[in-house]
C-alpha cells in the first residue's frame, strides 16, 4: 500500500557523497528544536516528552509502513507491549533502573512484533490491514484479562523509577524525563539512519516496490519482513517503555487501536517512507492538538478534522513530502 | 435443540443488521476502491436526520427514512464533488488521513449541534415489541432488518449484475481509461455509485439504530466493525458480504452466548483465522 | 546555572499564586469524544456552583482551567496534570471521570503540593494512592452493595449477574455477590462480556437459561445500556418476571429519553437522582439546567463537580488562598452538609464521602418525561470496598 506516495530523499542522499553532513546536519536541527523546546517552554516538558515517546512509535510504524509497504492499524500493540514489558519490571519484579527498563521494553517490543510479523505477514492490503487491527484488539484483551499483572483497566501504577545514573530523579517538572527521552530519540534516530540505508534497508524498499522480483533475486521476502518487524517493534518498545518511565504509570490505552489509528494518521500527515517525515508529523499533530484543544477543549476535534483534509488536498504528499518537493522544484528551475 | 435455534435466530438478525450497515462500504471500497472510513459518518448522519424528522417534524417512521437517505445524499454531494474526487486513485493512507478527516469533523459538528445525548428514532407500533416465533420471541424490528438486508442483497445484486447501469459501473472499476473511449461518462457513473453507496450507509444506520444507538461517537465507535466485515467477505463482493455477516454473526453469537467473557477473543481469532484461510475475503476477487 | 534559574522560574510560577489574587482550578474531564456528555455535566455543575456562590471566596477569585482527556488515557491524563501544576499554576486539581486518569495524577500530587478532588472517578482504591485525595462521588461498592439488600428484602432468592468486562464491573459484581451471599442468597452465574457488545440477546438467552429470578446487571452510562435495556425486553425477560437490577449507571437522566417505556418499572440504586425532592436539589437543578444549556443533558456527574467545588471552597477559605495541600485537606475531614443529593459528609479517615444510597424506580413524571423515582433511602453509607479491598 501507499506505494507511489512515498517520497525517497534518503536515497538520494546516499547517491551524493554529503549523506553523512546531511545526517549530522538533521541531527543538528533535532538538537536544536530540543532545546528550543527545553528553553522556550520549561512548563510544558511533560507534554514534549511525551511527543518524544509517540516520535518513537511513529518512527517504529515509518519503518513497515514506509519503508516496506505494510499498512497496519495495530501498531500500538508493539508500542504497548514495550510499556507493559518495562511497567511490569519495574513494577513487579523491582527492575527500576531506567536504562534497564528500556532495554527490557525492547525487547517486550521486539517480541510482540515477531508475533505480530508472523501473523501480519500472511496477507496483504486490506487483509493486513484487517489482520492488524485483530492483533491490536487481541493484545487489548489479553492485557485487560491478566489484570493480576497489568492492573486491567485501572490502569498498571506504582511505577517509580530510580535516577538516571543515580544522579538525575525524575520529578515534578520533567526535566530529566525530556532529556532521557531526547537522548533515547537522537540515538535511535541515528541508529535508524545507518539501518535504512544498509544493504538490508535497500532490500527492504526493493520488496515494497517489487516483492517479485527481489524472490526472483534470491531473496527471502518474508524472512526480510520479519526482521524489520522485530526491529520495528524494538523502536516502538523504547517508546512504550519511555512513556512508561516519564507518565509512570501504564494503561488500556497504549495498545488500543485508537492510538494505532493515530499514529498512522500522523505518519501520513508528515509523509510515510523518510524518517523526518514521521517526526513532523508527530510534532505537528500532537503540538496542534494541545494547541486548539486547550483553547476550547469541547469542539476542537473539527479543527483538527479540518487540519487533516486540508493537507490532504494542499500538501498530498505529507508536510515533509511535500516540502521536499516544492524544494527540488525550486532547484530544477534554477 | 430450542436453545441452538433460539441463538441461531439471534446470529442471523445479527449478521443481517451487520449487513444492512455495512454494505454500503463495501461498494465504495471494493468498485470504487476509496477506503472510505467516514462510512459510520455518513450512517450517523442518516440516523441524525431521522430522528429529527421523527421527532421534531413528527414525520412517520417511512417518511423518516426516506427523508434521511435523501438528506444525507444531499448533504454527501458537496463532499463527494469537493473533497472525495480528489482522493479517487490516490495512495490508500492519503484516503485513510482524508476520510479520518471527514469523520473528526462530523463528529464534532454532530456534538455541536444536537449534543452528546442519544438519539432514538421512534419505531412505528408494528415494529415495536416482541413477536412470537413458537420456540421463542424476537423483536420486531430485527425481523424488519433482517426483511431490510434480503431486499437490500436481491436489490444491489440486480443493479450490478443484470443492469446496464452495472455493467458500465464494472467496466469503469476495472478500466476507467478504456471505459471512457467506449463512451461510459464514468465521472457519472462514480457519483451515481458514490451516492447510492452513501444513501446505503443512512438507510443501515436507521434501520440498525436499535442495536448501535445514534449518538455523535458513532462514527469512530462502529468503524472497526465495518471495516473488518467488509474485509473479511471481499470489498466489492455482495454475495461475500452478505456471507461474511451472517459468518461473523453467528461467530460473535455463539461465541457470547458460550464464553462471553472470551467473547472478543473468539471473535478475533476467527477474523484472523479466515483471513488467513482466504486472504481476498470469503468471495472476493483475486486481484 | 541554568537549572538553578528554571527551578526559580517553576518555584515563582509554583508559590507565586499563592499571594496573587486569583485562585486557579485545573479540572481534567472527558469533554470531548464518546463520553462528552460527562465533561459537560462536569462543567454544568461547577459553573452551577460558581453562579450560587459566586467566583470569589473571600479576596480570592476563581478561575477554572479545563483540560480534555476524552478516554481513558493516563498518560495523557499526568501530562495535562502536570502542565496544570507547573506551567498554569494550580492550586487545586479536579474532575477525572476515569479511574487511570485519577491514579496517574496522584504521586504528583505531594510534590506539587495540590489536593485532588475526584468528581467521579468510581474505584474505591484511589483514595488510598495519596493523602491529598478527596473525593466526593461514590464508588461502584457504595453504589451497588444496597442493591442485594434490596434483593433480598423482595424475595428475590437466585441472581445472575451481567457485567461489563473491566475494572467498575468487576467492582459492581464484587459488591453485589459479596453482600448478596451475605444476606444468604445465591449467585446462579456470573457473566462478564466486553466493553463492545452490542447484540446483547445471546446474554438474554444465558440468562433465561440460568432460571434465576433476577438479573443484577453493570454496564457503563451510554450507547449500549440503551441496547441491553432494549434486549432485556425484546427477548421477554420482562414478561417472565425476571426484575432487572442495576446501580443508577444504567439510568442516568441523559439517557432516560432514549430508553424510554422499556425501562420502565426498573429498579437501581444511586446516590442521586435529578429528580430528588428537596430545596437544596430544586436550586442546583434549576441552575445546573441553565448552565447546561439543554435540560435533558443533567445527569449524576454535575452532582459530584458541584459537591466538588463546594470542598474546594472550603478548603480555599480554611487555607485562606495560601498554596498548603495538607492543611486545606485536613480542613475538609469531618465535614458535613446538605448536598443536593441530600446530607453528606467527608470521611475523615478515608476521605471519601458519605452519603444516603436510594432505591429508584424508573417512571413516568407528571409531564411526561421519564424519572428516577426515589422509592427508599439507605442511609448513611460509607464506602465497603475499601474495607473489603484489605
Redesign the interface.
Known amino acids: 500500500m501507499a506505494a507511489e506516495q512515498t517520497i525517497s530523499p534518503a536515497s538520494k542522499a546516499t547517491s551524493g557523497p554529503n549523506w553523512l553532513l546531511r545526517d549530522l546536519a538533521g541531527l543538528a536541527v533535532i538538537l536544536v528544536l530540543a532545546g528550543i523546546g527545553y528553553l522556550l517552554f520549561p512548563n510544558n516538558l511533560a507534554l514534549l516528552t511525551r511527543i518524544t515517546a509517540i516520535a518513537l512509535l511513529v518512527l517504529s510504524l515509518d519503518l513497515v509502513t514506509g519503508y516496506c509497504g505494510i499498512a497496519t492499524l495495530g501498531h500500538a500493540a508493539l508500542f504497548g507491549a514495550g510499556a507493559y514489558a518495562a511497567g511490569i519490571a519495574a513494577a513487579h519484579f523491582g527492575i527500576t533502573d531506567p536504562i534497564i527498563m528500556v532495554v527490557i521494553g525492547a525487547i517486550g517490543g521486539a517480541a510482540a512484533g515477531l508475533l505480530a510479523g508472523a501473523i501480519m505477514l500472511r496477507g496483504h492490503g486490506l487483509a493486513q490491514l484487517v489482520l492488524s487491527i485483530a492483533i491490536v484488539y487481541l493484545f487489548h484483551e489479553t492485557a485487560n484479562k491478566a489484570s493480576g499483572w497489568t492492573g486491567g483497566s485501572d490502569g498498571l501504577a506504582g511505577i517509580s523509577p530510580d535516577p538516571v545514573f543515580g544522579l538525575f530523579g525524575f520529578d515534578l517538572w520533567g526535566r530529566t524525563a525530556y532529556v532521557f527521552g531526547i537522548v533515547l530519540l537522537v540515538l535511535v534516530f541515528l541508529l535508524l539512519r545507518v539501518l535504512v540505508r544498509s544493504p538490508f534497508g535497500m532490500l527492504c524498499r526493493g520488496i515494497k516496490e517489487d516483492p517479485v522480483r527481489v524472490s526472483a533475486m534470491g531473496a527471502s521476502v518474508n524472512a526480510t519482513l520479519l526482521r524489520m518487524y522485530v526491529i520495528s517493534g524494538a523502536v516502538a518498545g523504547v517508546g512504550g517503555a519511555l512513556n512508561a518511565i516519564s507518565t509512570q504509570v501504564v494503561g488500556l490505552d497504549s495498545l488500543s487501536f485508537t492510538t494505532s489509528a493515530e499514529a498512522l494518521v500522523m505518519l501520513v500527515l508528515g509523509g510515510t517512507g523518510s524518517l523526518y517525515g514521521g517526526l513532523i508529523g508527530t510534532l505537528v499533530f500532537m503540538w496542534f492538538e494541545d494547541f486548539v484543544s486547550s483553547i476550547n477543549p469541547f469542539h476542537w476535534l473539527t479543527i483538527v478534522g479540518a487540519l487533516l483534509i486540508a493537507v490532504v488536498l494542499f500538501a498530498p504528499s505529507g508536510l515533509y513530502g511535500t516540502a521536499v518537493q516544492l524544494l527540488q522544484r525550486i532547484r530544477d528551475k534554477r | 435443540m430450542q436453545t441452538v435455534f433460539s441463538v441461531g435466530t439471534d446470529a442471523l438478525a445479527y449478521g443481517m443488521v451487520l449487513f444492512v450497515i455495512s454494505i454500503g462500504l463495501s461498494v465504495t471500497m471494493g468498485l470504487m476502491r476509496v477506503v472510505n472510513l467516514a462510512h459510520g459518518a455518513f450512517a450517523m448522519i442518516g440516523g441524525y436526520i431521522a430522528s429529527y424528522a421523527a421527532h421534531m417534524l413528527g414525520f412517520g417512521y417511512a417518511v423518516a427514512i426516506l427523508l434521511a437517505v435523501a438528506g444525507t445524499i444531499l448533504i454527501s454531494i458537496p463532499i463527494e464533488r469537493f473533497l472525495f474526487r480528489r482522493i479517487y486513485g490516490a495512495p490508500e493512507l492519503t484516503q485513510v488521513l482524508m476520510t479520518i478527516g471527514i469523520t473528526f469533523c462530523v463528529i464534532g459538528i454532530a456534538n455541536y449541534v444536537f449534543g452528546p445525548t442519544l438519539k432514538t428514532i421512534p419505531l412505528p407500533d408494528m415494529l415495536r415489541g416482541p413477536v412470537d416465533l413458537g420456540y421463542r420471541s424476537i423483536a420486531a424490528h430485527k425481523l424488519f432488518a433482517i426483511a431490510c438486508g434480503v431486499v437490500v442483497a436481491g436489490a444491489l445484486w440486480f443493479l450490478i449484475d443484470r443492469t446496464a447501469f452495472g455493467v458500465k459501473l464494472r467496466a469503469s472499476v476495472d478500466n476507467a481509461a478504456m471505459a471512457g473511449s467506449l463512451g461510459v461518462r464514468t465521472r457519472i457513473v462514480y457519483a451515481v455509485s458514490s451516492a447510492v453507496a452513501v444513501g446505503l450507509a443512512a438507510f443501515g444506520g436507521i434501520v440498525g439504530a436499535e442495536l448501535l444507538p445514534i449518538e455523535p461517537y458513532y462514527a469512530l465507535r462502529y468503524m472497526v466493525t465495518f471495516l473488518v466485515v467488509v474485509s473479511v467477505g471481499g470489498a466489492g463482493s455482495i454475495p461475500g458480504a452478505l456471507l461474511a455477516c451472517l459468518v461473523l454473526g453467528a461467530i460473535d453469537t455463539t461465541g457470547r452466548y458460550l464464553v462471553p467473557e472470551y467473547g472478543e477473543f473468539f471473535f478475533y481469532l476467527a477474523v484472523i483465522t479466515i483471513v488467513c484461510l482466504f486472504p481476498n475475503g470469503l468471495l472476493g476477487r483475486k486481484r | 546555572m541554568k537549572?538553578i534559574l528554571?527551578?526559580a522560574?517553576?518555584a515563582v510560577?509554583l508559590c507565586g499564586s499563592a499571594y496573587a489574587d486569583t485562585i486557579k482550578i485545573g479540572v481534567i474531564g472527558p469533554?470531548?469524544?464518546?463520553f462528552?456528555?460527562q465533561?459537560?455535566n462536569f462543567k454544568a455543575g461547577i459553573d452551577a456552583y460558581m453562579a450560587l456562590n459566586g467566583n470569589k471566596v473571600g479576596d480570592n477569585d476563581i478561575e477554572i482551567i479545563?483540560?480534555?482527556v476524552p478516554?481513558?488515557?493516563?498518560?495523557?491524563s499526568?501530562?495535562?496534570g502536570?502542565?496544570l501544576?507547573?506551567?498554569e499554576g494550580v492550586q487545586y486539581l479536579a474532575g477525572f471521570y476515569f479511574?487511570?486518569d485519577a491514579?496517574?495524577v496522584?504521586?504528583?500530587l505531594e510534590?506539587?503540593n495540590v489536593p485532588l478532588v475526584v468528581m467521579n472517578a468510581a474505584?474505591s482504591?484511589i483514595v488510598t494512592?495519596s493523602p491529598y485525595v478527596v473525593r466526593t462521588s461514590f464508588t461502584l461498592w457504595q453504589t451497588s452493595a444496597p442493591m442485594a439488600k434490596v434483593a433480598k428484602e423482595r424475595g428475590v432468592k437466585k441472581v445472575i449477574t451481567v457485567v461489563s468486562?473491566?475494572?467498575?464491573g468487576?467492582d459492581s459484581e464484587a459488591a453485589f455477590t459479596t453482600t448478596f451471599k451475605a444476606e444468604g442468597g445465591e449467585i446462579v452465574d456470573s457473566?462478564?462480556?466486553?466493553l463492545?457488545?452490542?447484540?446483547f440477546?445471546?446474554?438474554m438467552?444465558?440468562v433465561k437459561?440460568s432460571g434465576a429470578d433476577a438479573v443484577f446487571a453493570f454496564l457503563p452510562s451510554?450507547?449500549t445500556t440503551?441496547?441491553f435495556v432494549?434486549a432485556y425486553?425484546?427477548?421477554?425477560l420482562k414478561?417472565a418476571g425476571i426484575q432487572l437490577l442495576a446501580p443508577g449507571d444504567l439510568t442516568q437522566e441523559?439517557?432516560l429519553?432514549?430508553l424510554?417505556d422499556s425501562a420502565l418499572g426498573m429498579l437501581t440504586t444511586f446516590h442521586y437522582a435529578i429528580s430528588h425532592d428537596s430545596p437544596e436539589n430544586k436550586i442546583f437543578v434549576e441552575a445546573a439546567r441553565k448552565a447546561i444549556?439543554?435540560p435533558?443533558?443533567l445527569s449524576f456527574p454535575s452532582v459530584g463537580a458541584y459537591d466538588g467545588m463546594h470542598v474546594i471552597y472550603k478548603m480555599i477559605e480554611a487555607t485562606g488562598g495560601e498554596q498548603d495541600a495538607q492543611k486545606a485537606v485536613d480542613a475538609v475531614k469531618g465535614m458535613a452538609w446538605e448536598s443536593p443529593r441530600g446530607p453528606v459528609s467527608i470521611d475523615p479517615e478515608t476521605r471519601h464521602i458519605t452519603q444516603n444510597i436510594y432505591l429508584r424506580e424508573v417512571a413516568k413524571a407528571e409531564d411526561g418525561s421519564y424519572i428516577n423515582k426515589e422509592i427508599a433511602t439507605f442511609e448513611k453509607q460509607g464506602d465497603p470496598g475499601l474495607a473489603a479491598a484489605k
Do not use: C, H, W
Not at chain 3, 468486562?165 to 467498575?168: E, F, H, R
Not at chain 3, 457473566?191 to 466486553?194: D, E, F, Q, V, Y
Not at chain 3, 425486553?233 to 421477554?236: K, L, S
Open positions: 537549572t528554571l527551578s522560574v517553576a510560577a469533554f470531548s469524544g464518546p462528552a456528555i465533561g459537560k479545563y483540560r480534555d478516554q481513558a488515557d493516563p498518560a495523557q499526568k501530562a495535562l502536570q502542565e501544576v507547573v506551567k479511574t487511570p491514579m496517574a496522584t504521586p504528583l510534590q506539587a474505584t482504591a494512592k468486562d473491566y475494572g467498575p468487576v457473566i462478564r462480556m466486553p463492545s457488545t452490542n447484540d440477546s445471546p446474554i438467552q444465558r437459561d451510554g450507547p440503551l441496547g432494549k425486553n425484546d427477548n421477554g414478561d441523559s439517557d429519553p432514549a424510554g444549556g439543554n435533558a443533558e
